[in-house]
């Protein structure tokens, strides 16, 4: 995910000295080789992403599809052999919604199919319905006032919101990328939002759902919507932040590919009348609100050091146009095959090592913030004890690319450790440790509780570009290779901060912080 969240603000005072943490640092390099070896002769990547995206299918927060993909992962860890598996509530979430059906096509002026995707928690249509299109233009659609001015327009209408033409020239950039040395030396802080434009996102909320509520009092018959970057067969489609108890079904919601909506918007303009049949059948169900992450665990086998943890995790919950396979498929893939590795091997980590995979990221970090709300930090800002005992939380959430590095979150004394446990890796493109921050993902739930958590680098590929929120987001883009790379550095950075006599340096604690809590 990567919206609407800010950088958590931390004193950068360390417990020691950044010299004598580098001098301290022993690397296990015999399981380093272990650990690769293994994966790169039998690797279980293809099969885990099978299962997480092909047969699971779309895995939006509380959907039949996110069960799926949890039991299966808790099913799985329990045969190879992990312990306090477990699908574990974090919070009331609100309810699940499936699509079951779902079509749209051009009635008028002639029969054609378009390229389209219900938007997740859009209502139903409860059977065909055919009707004309309106424009909303782009430029009005924030603009309550038009809106409740232009209401009697849109009675019984297909009310479709389009911007002006875009200006369409061939690619000549590459869709997707590699990070270069250049960028990897001179990395800034990604994602990351102030409090004051974070509060601008919060104002900017409430208006974009007021809107469709006042289209739906007009009486229309659906909200179309297109943006300009839906071209060339890739569709962009999230939807609400989530879908209360007490909330009303609200208006159809669909969004088309640009390419027919300016067909259809230059087809009014000429004075043609368009029509739309659209089928819109979707299944919501509040039987049990409550919100999932998946856990599971290597236990420690040191007597002293056992009731220590090391934690790594990425989210599971994903859009719904597609199988979100590389928004977060591929986190949680690396981040199960990372453990069945160290599982497997019999490497037996001193401190106990746990999986978590996290539901609502999507709709505000909901599952990982519920999570260390419930363990680490409460609500009233209290640490509780199992705060102390968290050495580091390690995520992956930045697509299908290779490990190139870390961010190390302005923890200083981190710096030189990493960039220790990264020397077995150079030859594999991964070796920059670098102070800056970045946000929009689960390790900032552990920042704000005080615990070091890091998120990898990774290169981009088409994730930013095609695959990232779009019905792209399958298999097919997964990089299997990248994601073994990947797999290979989490796996031994996990098992070496298991069995170092040190938990890792922290960050001193800001009183007071704030973190976005979704809905």
């Known amino acids: 995910?990567?919206?609407?969240?800010?950088?958590?603000?931390?004193a950068a005072l360390m417990l020691a000295s950044v010299s004598l943490y580098a001098q301290q640092e022993v690397v296990d390099t015999a399981a380093f080789s272990k650990i690769r070896k293994a994966e790169m002769t039998n690797s279980h990547i293809?099969?885990?992403?099978?299962?997480?995206?092909?047969?699971?299918g779309p895995r939006l927060t509380n959907s039949p599809g996110y069960k799926r993909a949890g039991m299966w992962a808790v099913e799985t860890m329990k045969k190879w052999g992990m312990a306090n598996t477990a699908m574990e509530p974090w919070g009331n979430f609100g309810k699940g919604w499936e699509i079951e059906d779902f079509s749209?096509?051009?009635?008028?002026?002639?029969?054609?199919?378009?390229?389209?995707?219900?938007?997740?928690?859009?209502?139903?249509?409860?059977?065909?319905?055919?009707?004309?299109?309106?424009?909303?233009?782009?430029?009005?659609a924030m603009d309550t006032a038009y809106i409740i001015k232009h209401s009697a327009d849109f009675k019984g209408k297909f009310v479709l919101v389009v911007a002006g033409a875009p200006a369409y020239e061939p690619d000549f950039k590459p869709s997707a990328e590699r990070l270069t040395d250049t960028a990897l030396a001179n990395m800034k802080d990604t994602y990351m939002l102030s409090r004051e434009v974070l509060e601008g996102y919060l104002k900017y909320f409430n208006i974009i759902n007021r809107v469709p509520q006042l289209i739906q009092k007009s009486g229309a018959l659906a909200i179309i919507t297109s943006g300009g970057e839906n071209r060339n067969g890739t569709v962009f489609v999230q939807g609400l932040m989530g879908?209360?108890?007490?909330?009303?079904?609200?208006?159809?919601?669909?969004?088309?590919?640009?390419e027919d909506a300016q067909r259809i918007k230059r087809l009014i303009a000429s004075g043609q009348k368009v029509e739309l049949n659209l089928n819109v059948k979707a299944k919501f169900n509040d039987a049990d609100i409550k919100g999932y992450n998946v856990v599971?665990?290597?236990?420690?086998t040191d007597p002293k050091l056992k009731t220590q943890l090391v934690m790594l995790g990425g989210h599971m919950d994903a859009w719904a146009s597609s199988t979100g396979a590389t928004d977060n498929g591929a986190g949680c893939i690396v981040m199960l095959e990372a453990v069945r590795l160290l599982d497997s091997l019999g490497l037996k980590p001193k401190r106990t090592i746990r999986i978590a995979l996290w539901g609502g990221e999507e709709q505000g970090l909901l599952g990982s913030y519920g999570y260390v709300k419930n363990h680490f930090r409460g609500v009233d800002l209290a640490l509780k004890p199992e705060q102390a005992k968290v050495s580091a939380y390690f995520n992956l959430d930045n697509?299908?690319?290779?490990?190139?590095?870390?961010?190390?979150?302005?923890?200083?004394?981190?710096k030189p450790i990493f960039e220790e446990w990264f020397k077995p890796f150079a030859n594999l493109g991964a070796s920059t440790v670098t102070l800056r921050n970045?946000?929009?993902?689960d390790h900032l739930s552990f920042d704000w509780a005080g615990i070091p958590g890091f998120q990898f680098i990774q290169d981009p590929i088409d994730y930013e570009t095609r695959t990232h929120h779009s019905n792209m987001d399958n298999y097919d883009h997964l990089k299997i290779e990248d994601l073994k790379q990947a797999a290979i550095i989490v796996a031994s950075f996990v098992y070496q901060a298991s069995n170092r006599a040190d938990l890792l340096p922290r960050k001193t604690l800001e009183k007071g912080v704030f973190v976005f809590d979704g809905l």
């Open 296 to 300: 599971g665990e290597i236990p420690g």
């Open 104 to 140: 749209i096509s051009l009635k008028a002026p002639y029969s054609q199919s378009i390229t389209a995707y219900p938007e997740p928690w859009s209502g139903n249509t409860k059977g065909e319905i055919s009707g004309e299109v309106v424009i909303l233009p782009q430029a009005n």
């Open 1 to 10: 995910m990567k919206h609407f969240y800010f950088k958590p603000i931390f």
């Open 243 to 258: 879908y209360k108890t007490n909330t009303s079904e609200s208006v159809v919601k669909v969004a088309i590919a640009s």
């Open 399 to 414: 697509g299908t690319g290779k490990i190139r590095g870390i961010f190390a979150q302005d923890n200083t004394a981190i």
């Open 46 to 56: 293809p099969t885990i992403a099978h299962y997480i995206t092909d047969v699971s």
């Open 438 to 441: 970045t946000g929009s993902t």
